[in-house]
């Protein structure tokens, strides 16, 4: 493998990144300090939010009616517990009309209203012990979330005859940002050192170990300060830094496992180190690239979404995504490089070995010589791992059709869940039920008549070019016409304004119930002599669902497209491209099927500590989908590009399916079970959407990994023969132009084709590899 033969531009790159090692490193080093520096307090800048469409017609009614009715929009509210007398008690109504007052006086804080001043049912409760303080802290999420935390200590707890709650939908904003925040530390605190023992059971040696949680934390500390720098133009979900911590630490150990592995193979064949470097760039860091560029396309369709919490994960996994890339790329080979075979050093195995008998010592030396790299990835013990893999490929494409068929219809079983999804908007009870903030909620939904937050909101504005208000009998027609419509309990206002009004339309059932969702597209046809917009948490959840709707498709088309051409450039084959679109799909549905099976439906929700809402969020499917469609290509990656370059080596189809997953089939698993436990540790998050998005994310990279690599994907190609390689004479110039495939591969001895499944249709595209 000498680097004379290799393509210049490969040569070039090889030069790049091991020329001053040492140098390389230092800026690293000084790069990640900045990094550190930069991303600092990155999470006090991210919202809790971006769930609504800024464009929709809820959002501009919204910020109508917080312009000209901020009372209408409470997002603060004290919950005024009067204990065992009545709120009406002459001492409680005293103590609490003193805290209204109070609360209007605070900076930041309009539009301050309560049971004790307007009388109104809805913020009473039932048993008349309770009764509620609203109140609309101004500002964005920042600002609010500052007024909050200077005035929320000082209302909270006891005041003489009552005890005052704190809740609104600014608590729960606030709330929850802080215990994602908690939880992302407790998740690092648990993944770091479960993934350093996996890696050292994967490698063996302590050094080789300890490179891939390197590349990680460059990653995760990068990203973090791009985050940084997003939020002074754009607005970031806090959400992200799960994303971030979750992908920095599995791509990252995802590429280094693969480039490690390879370097040592390479070590192991006898190349000198330099050699060894250019060699493994040229093989594993090209599949890296492919990887990367899958994983950044998938997780980039997510910008085309207007919602921010969406786009917040585009931002962020793109640019761990790409750190994850370039670390492994540029950094690890110049480490490889002052390491050479001291990578191998610290074998910590020989500690498991100890008292052990000198039979049992040198049967697991023939396997294994100290600190020998193992060629699965999955254990020291190369022989023996590459055999039980060989043996699972041999199994598999014997019986081809009984795995393919048997592996579909059980994923298709376990997806069947999905089909009864129900669409919601995020409340608080995503957060644990000890918080403050769901307790205030819980009571209020528990207690109080109707669904004081569960409301439609109709603000109507003269027209443009009217310079007076409507008439009251306008107002009061259209009122009479949407008391009218089916579903409705009630119709409060109008509250008038200039000449705006809004009234508050109370629904029959749920408050983002089907009913809701209906009478919002009818109170939007309703015909009204002045413009009129509605809102509310139902509306909210129409709109959501309309904008995921209409930019869905070209979504999946940007995901579809780029992975077919880049696939395509790496194999050369019109098929394959194909395949790995429709089995990445099909690896998903036990996470969509379990999604709804768990979150939606509450099963396990007492073993899991969640409360279910009976409903999904509307952006975590689609969210779930890029992240987990573009994890699966890396894994597809990775195999396809080993079964590639075998076959480009002999031209025998069948042969380099069971190498590829011979040679990958326990790294793949090694990495998927590493990423898995990064997934899981953010997955015991207190935070449902959080904990929904760590487990399910983990559920999709076992059985991509476990089933459909391993199963699914040579017995697919089994039944394909090698017309999996097909295609047509003019694509095959273009990639032998233009293509990448692994490796420097000389062009295979004229052979006989095996009749049975290795007959080649393509002989003349065997041998040709591009840089």
Same mark, same amino acid.
């Given at each position: ?52 469409? $800024? ?49 209007? /006086? ?162 192991? &064949? ?40 969406? %786009? ?46 000198? %039979? ?32 699972? /490929? ?58 004081? /937050? ?31 419509? +089916? ?51 139902? &509306? ?205 591969? $000389? ?5 006989? +084709?095996?009749? %049975? ?15």
């Amino acid at each position: 493998m000498s680097e004379v033969n290799s393509p210049p531009r490969v040569g070039g790159w090889t030069r790049f990144v091991t020329a001053r090692p040492r140098l390389a490193l230092l800026a690293a080093l000084v790069l990640t300090a900045l990094a550190v520096f930069a991303g600092s307090g990155v999470a006090d800048r991210m919202g809790s939010g971006g769930f609504e469409d $800024p464009t929709a017609e809820s959002t501009y009614a919204t910020e109508a009616l917080e312009r000209e009715f901020p009372a209408s929009q409470p997002n603060l509210l004290l919950l005024v517990d009067s204990g065992r007398a009545s709120v009406d008690a002459p001492a409680v109504a005293a103590e609490a009309r003193r805290l209204g007052e109070r609360l209007a /006086a605070e900076k930041g804080v309009t539009g301050v209203g309560s049971y004790w001043q307007t009388g109104s049912p809805a913020l009473r409760a039932e048993d008349g012990r309770q009764a509620l303080i609203a109140a609309r802290i101004e500002g964005d999420e920042k600002a609010a979330a500052e007024v909050l935390e200077r005035i929320a200590p000082d209302y909270r707890g006891a005041h003489g005859p009552v005890k005052v709650s704190v809740g609104g939908p600014v608590a729960v904003q606030h709330e929850m940002t802080t215990i994602i925040q908690e939880d992302l530390l407790r998740a690092e605190l648990i993944a770091l050192p479960v993934t350093l023992v996996l890696l050292v059971m994967v490698f063996g040696s302590a050094i080789a170990a300890l490179l891939p949680l390197g590349v990680g934390i460059v990653a995760i500390l990068g990203t973090n300060a791009v985050l940084r720098g997003i939020t002074e133009f754009a607005d970031v979900s806090v959400f992200a830094q799960n994303l971030t911590t979750a992908l920095g630490l599995g791509l990252a150990i995802d590429y280094a496992l693969f480039i490690v592995r390879r370097f040592r193979e390479e070590l192991a &064949a006898g190349a000198e180190v330099r050699e060894a470097v250019g060699s493994t760039l040229r093989t594993a860091g090209r599949t890296v690239l492919f990887s990367a560029l899958t994983v950044a396309v998938s997780l980039a369709a997510m910008m085309v979404f207007p919602q921010y919490f969406l %786009r917040s994960f585009a931002y962020a996994g793109i640019a761990v995504v790409l750190l994850a890339a370039a670390a492994a790329l540029i950094l690890l080979p110049a480490a490889l490089m002052l390491l050479g075979h001291r990578v191998n050093a610290l074998d910590l195995r020989l500690l498991l070995r100890r008292g052990r008998d000198k %039979r049992a010592d040198k049967h697991a030396d023939k396997h294994l010589p100290s600190g020998e790299p193992g060629e699965s990835g999955v254990s020291g013990r190369s022989g023996e791992s590459d055999a039980g893999w060989a043996r699972v /490929a041999a199994l598999v494409m014997r019986r081809a059709p009984l795995f393919a068929f048997a592996t579909v219809i059980g994923l298709v079983l376990l997806g069947l869940p999905f089909l009864g999804v129900k669409f919601g908007t995020p409340d608080d009870r995503q957060l644990p039920s000890t918080a403050e903030s769901h307790v205030v909620q819980q009571q209020i939904r528990d207690g109080f008549p109707g669904s004081p /937050a569960g409301g439609l909101e109709v603000i109507a504005e003269a027209p443009g070019s009217a310079g007076s208000a409507p008439a009251p009998a306008a107002y009061a027609e259209y009122r009479d016409r949407i008391a009218a419509l +089916p579903g409705v309990l009630r119709v409060d206002g109008p509250v008038t304004s200039g000449t705006s009004a809004y009234f508050t339309v109370q629904p029959e059932g749920e408050a983002v119930g089907e009913g809701a969702q209906k009478l919002v597209h009818e109170l939007r046809d309703t015909p009204a002599p002045f413009e009129t917009s509605v809102t509310g948490r139902a &509306a909210v959840l129409e709109d959501s669902k309309s904008a995921i709707a209409d930019r869905l498709p070209l979504a999946l088309g940007i995901i579809v497209v780029a992975t077919l051409l880049l696939v395509f450039l790496l194999t050369g084959s019109v098929l394959i491209p194909l395949q790995a679109v429709l089995l990445n799909a099909l690896s998903l549905t036990a996470m969509f099927g379990a999604v709804v099976w768990v979150f939606q439906d509450g099963n396990l929700s007492g073993l899991l500590s969640f409360t279910s809402t009976g409903d999904i969020e509307t952006t975590l499917p689609v969210l779930m989908f890029c992240i987990a469609f573009g994890l699966s290509m890396d894994y597809g990656v990775f195999l396809l590009s080993r079964i590639k370059e075998e076959y480009d080596r002999t031209g025998k189809h069948e042969h380099s399916v069971r190498f590829g997953l011979q040679r990958t089939g326990g790294l793949i698993t090694a990495a998927a079970v590493i990423l898995a436990v990064v997934m899981v540790g953010i997955g015991t998050s207190r935070v449902t959407n959080t904990k929904m998005l760590g487990l399910g994310i983990a559920l999709a990279v076992l059985m991509d990994a476990m089933v459909v690599r391993s199963l699914l994907v040579p017995s697919v190609m089994k039944l394909m023969g090698a017309s999996t390689w097909w295609a047509p004479g003019p694509v095959r110039r273009f990639h032998e132009r233009f293509g990448l495939s692994e490796g420097e591969i $000389p062009q295979p001895a004229p052979q006989r +084709p095996d009749r %049975r499944s290795d007959a080649d249709p393509e002989p003349a595209a065997r041998g040709k590899v591009k840089a």
